[in-house]
């Protein structure tokens, strides 16, 4: 029954944040580059509370241009690191097509990728290229798919390119959910295979409130995107084994 009650408030909440998001998205055109990161930020920090969701910033963000190389979650990864730092995020063209949500991720500026055509990926990496040398942060999750947060799946390279080509160094982003209370590592957020956000919500009511952990890991560059994708994947995997290790 609580659980039922949890979920129906966080959804209403949840309701009302999109629709002001929406609001808020008309007035981009007349906004300042400052004011949009800050309108997005307040409204991500929103968003995590009405998902009963802490933040904990380990380490600092690399400043722009830069790229970062996050494992992936859940859905609430990009509203995580938008509460912290708004970037552009590279994205499967799904999201576009969501209702409502997609047009929120298309005013923040998100680039979406055709993941069925291959081709495609050479478009959003000249997308990405352009972005860097312009000096923005772009940010990408490179497994290509969701975990459940207690692996790190092997990295596709091709996004790479683009941190090659404008010579912009790569941040590897290191992403945990836990149990705000215990510190244990919580599967409800989790957002796998043909799960839907309603059931990651019906998890996230049921379960007391969560902590995402950010960890921010030392940047690295190089004039090859498979080196580069093998660097950031074995950072990735040293954390999250140095962060389990010292878990509860």
């Known amino acids: 029954m609580m659980g039922a009650l949890r979920l129906a408030w966080m959804l209403l909440r949840i309701a009302v944040l999109v ?10 055109p007349m906004f300042t580059l ?38 992936h ?14 970037t552009r995020f590279v994205a499967k063209s799904d999201i576009d097509r969501w209702p409502l949500l997609g047009a929120l991720a298309r005013g923040a500026g998100t680039l979406f990728i055709e993941r069925e055509r291959p081709r495609d990926a050479m ?13 923005q942060r772009i940010s990408v999750f490179p497994e290509g798919t969701t975990s459940d947060g207690r ?20 941040q590897p982003v290191l992403l945990r959910y836990l149990d705000a209370r215990s510190g244990h590592y919580a599967r409800a957020p989790a957002y796998v295979g043909d799960e839907t956000m309603l059931g990651t919500l019906w998890r996230m009511a049921c379960a007391g409130p969560l902590r995402i952990e950010i960890h921010g890991l030392e940047s690295t560059q190089s004039t090859d995107r498979r080196t580069l994708s093998q660097a950031i994947e074995t950072a990735l995997r040293m954390a999250l084994s140095r962060a389990q290790a010292s878990s509860p």
């Open 123 to 135: 478009r959003v990496v000249h997308h990405m290229a352009e972005a860097l040398r312009q000096g």
């Open 34 to 71: 400052q004011q949009r990161e800050d309108a997005i930020r307040a409204w991500s920090q929103r968003m995590l509370r009405a998902c009963r969701v802490e933040l904990d910033m380990l380490g600092a963000f690399q400043p722009p241009p830069c790229m970062l190389a996050v494992n």
């Open 73 to 86: 979650v859940s859905w609430l990864d990009i509203i995580a690191l938008n509460a912290m730092q708004p």
């Open 151 to 170: 692996e790190i799946l092997p990295l596709h390279a091709n996004l790479f390119q683009a941190a090659v080509s404008s010579g912009s160094p790569v």
């Open 19 to 28: 629709m002001r998001g929406l609001v808020t998205l008309r007035r981009f």
